[in-house]
């Protein structure tokens, strides 16, 4: 065959790789076992999105299911999606512990597979802040919600512990090109920006989710078996050592500022709003 005539390769869709890496990164390591720490979160959102019995309710980014089990003990009815099939199996077998009927769909926040003003309430715990494009996930959402529904989930202030956290995994890891940095969903300005005029009685409260451990160099030893994004960072840095036990270093000073008693000391942001 002529170089004239050879087939020409079709570029690569960054934002399909994008996604694929990090549908890769949450099946890795054993994120039930760190989702068993979230329930609290999602006790408090839950409570804090006022579901009530019968509601439909949809859970993005659900990972294991804890806030999609929570509202179902509620009564509500409920979807829960997510980009990652081995998350969603333990999803299920969350669910069928408490005897729930929920219905899980495997999907991207970015296209949620459900018409116009589906749900009554649409949630999600540090879930759709992962979506490489802010602006489409909001509208998504926002679309998929009836009117007068609510909105509300929890993210990560950038100046607090997880937002540091994510913030020098960058700096050691470069996230794929376009990804717009996960802490931003943690300011309360930009998340005033990004719903903007879609929604009205826009609400922030903070919490603080608590995690047991011995020393910041148990912590990190743990994520570093369990947690997908810091199982990948340390698999990647691994072909560098010296960077590998700089960013070690630095994870464990940074958790040391956090550790009071034993106990890792993670404020997060809620936010809540209704469909105008």
Do not use: C
């Not at 979160?41 to 409570?47: P, T």
């Not at 609400?203 to 995690?211: D, L, N, Q, S, V």
């Not at 070690?248 to 469909?275: C, F, I, P, W």
């Amino acid at each position: 065959m002529s170089l004239a005539t050879q087939p020409i390769a079709a570029p690569a869709d960054p934002l399909a790789d994008f996604k694929a890496k990090q549908r890769a990164t949450w099946a890795s390591g054993n994120f039930g076992e760190v989702a068993a720490f979230t329930t609290q979160v999602a006790g408090h959102l839950v409570r804090y999105a006022g579901v009530q019995s019968g509601q439909k309710v949809l859970d993005v980014g659900t990972g294991t299911g804890v806030v999609a089990v929570t509202a179902a003990l509620r009564g509500a009815r409920v979807t829960g999606l997510d980009l990652t099939p081995e998350l969603l199996e333990q999803a299920r077998s969350n669910a069928t512990v408490a005897n729930l009927d929920i219905a899980w769909k495997e999907g991207d926040a970015e296209s949620l597979p459900f018409a116009d003003a589906s749900f009554d309430v649409v949630v999600s715990q540090f879930g759709h802040m992962f979506a490489p494009r802010p602006e489409v996930a909001t509208r998504e959402m926002l679309r998929v919600l009836k009117p007068a529904g609510r909105i509300a989930f929890a993210t990560w202030p950038p100046e607090q512990y997880t937002g540091k956290m994510f913030a020098l995994g960058a700096k050691y890891v470069p996230p794929p090109p376009g990804g717009q940095p996960v802490g931003l969903w943690g300011d309360p300005n930009v998340v005033r920006d990004r719903l903007g005029a879609g929604v009205k009685d826009l609400h922030f409260e903070r919490g603080i989710m608590r995690w047991p451990t011995l020393s910041p160099r148990h912590f990190r030893v743990w994520n570093e078996a369990k947690t997908g994004p810091t199982v990948r960072a340390a698999q990647i840095l691994a072909k560098e050592p010296a960077k590998l036990e700089a960013w070690r270093a630095e994870y464990e000073a940074l958790v040391s500022q956090y550790l009071v008693d034993n106990v890792l000391q993670m404020e997060y942001l809620l936010t809540r709003a209704t469909k105008a």
